[in-house]
């Protein structure tokens, strides 16, 4: 079983659309969570990081973790082409390696 | 600021060679993390670097190994490739290691035929 886990997709929406990625840990000593957005032919680059339990919120985009069930979030409002990406968890424990889901491809459609 | 550097960028290599990719961090950043994607296993961890000495390896066999120089650049070396090292390879830094966040290059794409 792999330490992150994280439903593949594709998943395609309509342009405008309430998008909702989810990962599910199982790691107990994962401190802080990262999402990451890899465009085709790019690296990732680093869209959101948090912490702790709760909601963290920048322009269209929410990071939600809930360390009781384990279950880490990202909410994109109003979805645009621009978001076709592939967007990658990641966890990680003070002072180890970073641990990333296999990443979940969306298309936003025009 | 200039970000990662990664060369090259495209690499096509026969079984049985061996192959050298580089990475430049971002300048200050003294820690890198290298990591092999593919579609099946997503990002799985290879090794990083601080201060020229490897920190932290993942689980890969011995053909892949690598190095930092005092001047914060890495070399990933793997050799007598296989047909599954076809991949991304991925090169991170950080100002310090196991931090957060990692800052990505744009990867190497090696394909081994």
């Known amino acids: 079983q792999k330490e992150v886990e994280q439903d593949p997709g594709p998943l395609s929406v309509p342009e405008g659309a309430i998008v909702s990625l989810n990962c599910t840990y199982s790691?107990?000593?994962?401190?802080?969570f990262m999402w990451y957005r890899q465009y085709s032919r790019k690296g990732p680059e680093l869209l959101m990081y948090t912490y702790s339990s709760g909601n963290k919120e920048d322009g269209r985009f929410t990071a939600q973790v809930d360390k009781s069930s384990k279950y880490i979030s990202l909410f994109i409002r109003d979805s645009q082409p621009s978001d076709s990406a592939t967007y990658l968890c990641?966890?990680?424990?003070?002072?180890?390696?970073?641990?990333f889901g296999t990443g979940t491809r969306l298309a936003v459609r025009p | 600021k200039a970000g990662v550097t990664q060369t090259p960028r495209y690499l096509i290599k026969t079984r049985g060679q061996q192959v050298t990719l580089s990475c430049s961090p971002i300048?200050?950043?003294?820690?890198v993390s290298w990591y092999q994607q593919t579609p099946g296993q997503g990002l799985q961890f290879l090794f990083e670097?601080?201060?020229?000495?490897?920190?932290n390896k993942g689980n890969f066999p011995g053909r892949f190994s690598g190095r930092q120089f005092s001047n914060s650049r890495s070399e990933m070396n793997v050799s007598t490739l296989e047909l599954g090292d076809s991949a991304l390879y991925l090169c991170?830094?950080?100002?310090?290691?196991?931090?957060?966040?990692?800052?990505f290059g744009n990867g190497t794409r090696l394909t081994v035929t």
């Open positions: 790691n107990s000593a994962f401190q802080y």
């Open positions: 300048s200050g950043h003294r820690s």
């Open positions: 991170a830094s950080s100002l310090l290691p196991s931090d957060s966040p990692l800052h």
């Open positions: 990641a966890s990680v424990a003070d002072g180890d390696k970073l641990t």
């Open positions: 670097y601080f201060s020229e000495t490897q920190r």
